[in-house]
């Protein structure tokens, strides 16, 4: 049964809907994990392998979870309750896709938090002329206070809260038609910057001549985790963002619309740091570190470094809060449809909740470094773990075993159909039946069993 479109706020716009969606799915993974995870597997192989899973494994989940919402005009829980009933096993994708959101927002924040400290440092000149363990060392004086972080924690919860109490159009979809194009300006002026350098030939090569033999079964699960992470799936924004769409909207084009700006986004920061870092004779591979550490000792060492550490840094601002409000609203979509509140009542308590849940994570590395959570894993370390590595593929394996098996498949063709996608029906569904739950399924296995989880259950018993 479909809900009357009369009943919920929707986009207003096709561009509102791209804008936002991709919003969601770019965020610091596009800007910051994917350039150095493609430094640590070899380059052009691993860009190869991931634009492989964004077409087998993210495209087809995407498009699944925005015809749940759209179907069904409910948030991600109440989502499968229409489709199901209250007590069916679906409703644990929900739930999990909901959890996943929370926590993941609640640690986000702090991260984010961070690319706002180093928007103000760069203003202040803080990089400038510094020797490079004097830079290397801001990051590690960050984590290491607390306050400082409860701080920005707290500036970027009302960041997100003061956006998504507005609502869908004059709320998201406003300050998303705001906040994307000034993303994307940034990127591509870091872009320019990058090809105009002297590494730009090195960077090229780098990201696109594959080289197979530094191709790896662990860079290969990488790569599909990833596909699936900088999407937003299973973290229940897309769904929620598609119960805001119009019926007439071809789902497979508004997919695409996202994926490929997703993208193009995370090809372009990689082409945007690779060459700067290459020109000054610096290693690519520099791991999570290298945002906050190496980057900024690269930009201490270049001509024009200050104006680019700022433009750089609010990139990083401007994404994370992209993506952070999709969180947010996807657990705001489920007290406003299942419980009934009201959007203001609804966000305000979800945001105070969210800072509570991330005060452990902005301690985790000063007053709470003692104490670990899984095995001698931080607090922060151990909620990214969870959401990270176990709640956002089991979210999405079940989304897709549920399309794939078990839902309607008259009621899948018509929303296809709706918005004249029909034609792509028998590809779609061999590729959500098959190919992505088992895709999905080998990566839960694999990085279980690489972060020792299996023997973490094991010593609990």
Not at 110 to 117: I, R, S
Not at 234 to 263: F, H, K, P, Q, W
Not at 333 to 350: H, P, Q, V
Request: proline share 3%.
């Amino acid at each position: 049964m479909q809900v009357n479109d009369s009943t919920r706020a929707l986009w207003t716009t096709r561009l509102g809907f791209v804008l936002a969606a991709a919003g969601s799915a770019v965020g610091l993974g596009n800007i910051w994990k994917f350039p150095y995870i493609t430094g640590q597997n070899g380059g052009g192989a691993f860009v190869l392998v991931y634009l492989g899973c964004i077409v087998v494994v993210g495209l087809p989940i995407m498009m699944a979870e925005l015809m749940i919402g759209r179907h069904t005009r409910r948030d991600a829980v109440g989502a499968f309750i229409q489709l199901e009933h209250r007590r069916s096993f679906w409703l644990s994708a929900g739930w999990v896709s909901v959890a996943a959101a929370f926590i993941i927002l609640s640690y986000y924040s702090v991260v984010a938090g961070w690319t706002l400290d180093y928007v103000f440092r760069a203003l202040a000149g803080s990089f400038t002329g510094q020797p490079a363990e004097a830079i290397e060392g801001i990051f590690d004086g960050l984590i290491g206070n607390g306050p400082r972080q409860l701080l920005w924690h707290v500036i970027f919860i009302l960041l997100c809260l003061g956006i998504v109490i507005g609502g869908v159009q004059k709320g998201i979809e406003r300050w998303s038609k705001i906040l994307m194009p000034i993303l994307l300006v940034l990127l591509v002026l870091l872009f320019l910057n990058g090809m105009f350098s002297k590494g730009a030939w090195e960077g090229i090569v780098f990201m696109f001549r594959p080289d197979f033999t530094k191709l790896t079964a662990g860079s290969v699960l990488e790569a599909m985790g990833h596909a699936f992470f900088t999407l937003s799936l299973g973290m229940a924004a897309m769904i929620t963002y598609g119960s805001y769409l119009s019926r007439n909207e071809n789902l497979l084009s508004a997919s695409l619309r996202v994926v490929i700006l997703d993208t193009m986004i995370a090809l372009m920061a990689g082409l945007a740091i690779f060459p700067i870092v290459f020109s000054v004779g610096m290693a690519p591979g520099q791991g999570a570190g290298l945002v906050f550490k190496t980057i900024p000792v690269v930009f201490s060492k270049i001509t024009g470094g200050y104006v680019l550490a700022i433009l750089f840094f609010l990139l990083l601002a401007f994404a994370a809060l992209t993506s952070a409000i999709s969180l947010l609203e996807a657990q705001v979509a489920y007290l406003i449809d299942e419980r009934g509140w009201g959007r203001k009542k609804a966000t305000s308590f979800l945001a105070f909740l969210a800072f509570a849940a991330g005060v452990p994570t902005a301690l985790s590395y000063n007053l709470l470094s003692d104490w670990t959570l899984i095995g001698d894993l931080t607090f922060f370390d151990s909620m990214d773990l969870i959401a990270s590595n176990y709640l956002l593929p089991i979210s999405g394996l079940l989304i897709s075993i549920y399309v794939g098996w078990f839902w309607k498949g008259s009621e899948e063709k018509e929303e296809l159909i709706a918005g004249d996608a029909g034609w792509i029906y028998p590809a779609w569904h061999f590729l959500i039946r098959f190919v992505s739950p088992t895709a999905v399924a080998i990566v839960l296995i694999f990085k279980a069993k690489d972060t020792g989880f299996f023997n973490w259950i094991a010593s609990l018993f």
